[in-house]
T-cell receptor, first 115, second 110 residues
Framework: DAGVIQSPRHEVTEMGQEVTLRCKPI?????LFWYRQTMMRGLELLIY????????DSGMPEDRFSAKMPNASFSTLKIQPSEPRDSAVYFC?????????????FGSGTQLSVL | DQQVKQNSPSLSVQEGRISILNCDYT??????FLWYKKYPAEGPTFLIS?????DKNEDGRFTVFLNKSAKHLSLHIVPSQPGDSAVYFC?????????FGAGTTVTVRA
């Protein structure tokens, strides 16, 4: 299996622009997570999907952030409009959650820089 | 409010010596704890885990200890090797999601 695939690997944009991050989870996994990594807070959970349905989006920082999962093999995280403080590494992770000890498989992340 | 805390942002250790990484948590409902390892430009990968009903789990050079009364866990790496240089994240599982600490950067000196 190719693992969790994220695109783009790097994104540089100007403040105010729309940014869309993409994720393809591992085939057969039923749970998908978007995390953001910053120096100060480490890995923060933004949103969690189970069977394509958003279960918990309490980590989404503002209305500028939105996420969708139209099918089991694709998810997007959109920031509109983007701001410099959104600069971070965004990770997508997937798992097949039947037990608490099911580990997550992470993609390589998208390094976002908002100028 | 961070429920999982790694208070040491960095650790430097001599090759062959023991690395000890610490993690504290606040939520007593967490029932599973994991450590993830992250190299630059890669996503975190699972390293080792422990259930809340145990106090120790060992896997080769890696051992995780859990002290539930103190809400504290630690990861021991012995002996440390240059390839262990990475960022280590402590994570706690509750309900359906993992809460991560801020990470500890380990540098193993030759």
């Amino acid at each position: 299996d190719a693992g969790v695939i994220q695109s783009p690997r790097h994104e540089v944009t100007e403040m105010g622009q729309e940014v869309t991050l993409r994720c393809k989870p591992i085939s057969g996994h039923n749970s998908l997570f978007w995390y953001r990594q910053t120096m100060m807070r480490g890995l923060e959970l933004l949103i969690y999907f189970n069977n394509n349905v958003p279960i918990d989006d309490s980590g989404m920082p503002e209305d500028r952030f939105s996420a969708k999962m139209p099918n089991a093999s694709f998810s997007t995280l959109k920031i509109q409009p983007s701001e410099p403080r959104d600069s971070a590494v965004y990770f997508c992770a997937s798992s097949f959650r039947v037990r608490e000890d099911e580990k997550l498989f992470f993609g390589s992340g998208t390094q976002l820089s908002v100028l | 409010d961070q429920q999982v805390k790694q208070n040491s942002p960095s650790l430097s250790v001599q090759e062959g010596r023991i690395s000890i990484l610490n993690c504290d948590y606040t939520n007593s409902m967490f029932d599973y704890f994991l450590w993830y390892k992250k190299y630059p430009a890669e996503g975190p990968t699972f390293l080792i885990s422990i259930s809340s009903i145990k106090d120790k789990n060992e896997d080769g050079r890696f051992t995780v200890f859990l002290n539930k009364s103190a809400k504290h866990l630690s990861l021991h790496i012995v002996p440390s090797q240059p390839g262990d240089s990475a960022v280590y994240f402590c994570a706690a599982s509750g309900d359906y999601k993992l809460s991560f600490g801020a990470g500890t950067t380990v540098t193993v000196r030759a």
